[in-house]
């Protein structure tokens, strides 16, 4: 999971799993099927994983991960048009978000391990509630405190797994343009 952290059903440690981003259900048939999926499941909405036919068999069977990343990007629209934004920690530590993982088995034998992020309403949220296309709810990933992250990886019941489905505080991110590379000539 590009290193993001799970912890396996019985398993008694953690491991680092590169993963593939996207998350492939088990009922899927076929590797292509798979693949072509995959790119839409990136994330998943806390409030219905227990329910999508997409994400319930990862969220049910407590498939936690935990996904570093210094950053994530989303589009401000306040100017009328999609301007690229990175959104990071104030300090410039590394965030651990949220996720689920699926290990899938093909016909042929192939294995796909694969994740995705959760994500949470952030409609009221300080600064995320700027960020997406207009009139769209605005969601963000779910970003753990640093001390939760056993916590999260060990919940045993979905329900207090869910206690962590919370937006981050805004006074600890901050927003960036994302310059565009200019090219020489």
Known sequence: ????????????????????????PPWVKLASDARLRSTKLVNARAETASTSNHFRSAWLGAQRCIVPMMAFQ??????????????????GKPMGAAGLWECWTGADGEVIVSF???????????????????????????????????????????????????????????????????SAG
């Open 116 to 182: 995705c992020l959760l994500t949470v309403n952030a409609n009221s949220h300080a600064l995320m509630h700027r960020y997406g296309p207009p009139g769209s709810e605005k969601r963000m990933v779910a970003i753990l405190n640093e001390g939760a992250y056993g916590a999260w990886l060990n919940a045993a019941q979905p329900e207090k797994a869910r206690e962590f489905m919370r937006a981050y505080p805004a006074e600890g991110l901050t927003a960036n343009p994302i310059e565009k590379k200019r």
């Open 1 to 24: 999971m590009d290193g993001a952290e799970h912890t396996p059903p019985g398993a008694v440690g953690r491991e680092r799993v590169v993963g593939q981003f996207g998350l492939v």
């Open 74 to 91: 989303e589009d401000d629209w306040r100017s009328g048009k999609a301007v690229p934004t990175r959104i990071a920690r104030v300090d």
